[in-house]
């Protein structure tokens, strides 16, 4: 059993950064392919970054590329996602979810997923 907690969201200008964290609880944690996701209102949940078990391996959703970068920290067990050169567009309630695989993680068919932080970013 995995449980994700996030934190970090809040209101940022457009052009500025912030820096979400997904605390995972579970010894199995390490184990697990992990990613961000995020929904806007009156807008379907939609894949942003993810990263293998090994932290080894990234892969973002092409309007994210080159300004958000996600890591982890299996000791601990932790994944981040630092945002940069944030646009309203990127406004959303962001979350943490847990995956066996990236397939799977991609394919939003995840194990365990977080409660949810917000970003707001002001034009």
Avoid at 3 to 15: F, H, I, R
Avoid at 93 to 117: F, H, I, N, P
Wanted: charged letters at 20%; proline letters at 2%.
């Amino acid at each position: 059993q995995v449980q994700l907690v996030e934190s970090g969201g809040g209101l940022v200008q457009a052009g500025g950064s912030l820096r979400l964290s997904c605390a995972a609880s579970g010894r199995t944690f390490s184990t697990y392919a992990m990613g961000w996701f995020r929904q806007a209102p009156g807008k379907e949940r939609e894949f942003v970054a993810g990263i293998t078990w090994t932290g080894g391996s990234t892969y973002y959703t092409d309007s994210v590329k080159g300004r958000f970068t996600i890591s982890r920290d299996n000791a601990k067990n932790t994944v981040y996602l630092q945002m940069n050169s944030l646009k309203p567009e990127d406004t959303a309630v962001y979350y943490c979810a847990a995956a066996k695989t990236s397939a799977y993680l991609r394919r939003g068919e995840c194990d365990y997923w977080g409660q949810g932080t917000q970003v707001t970013v002001s034009s």
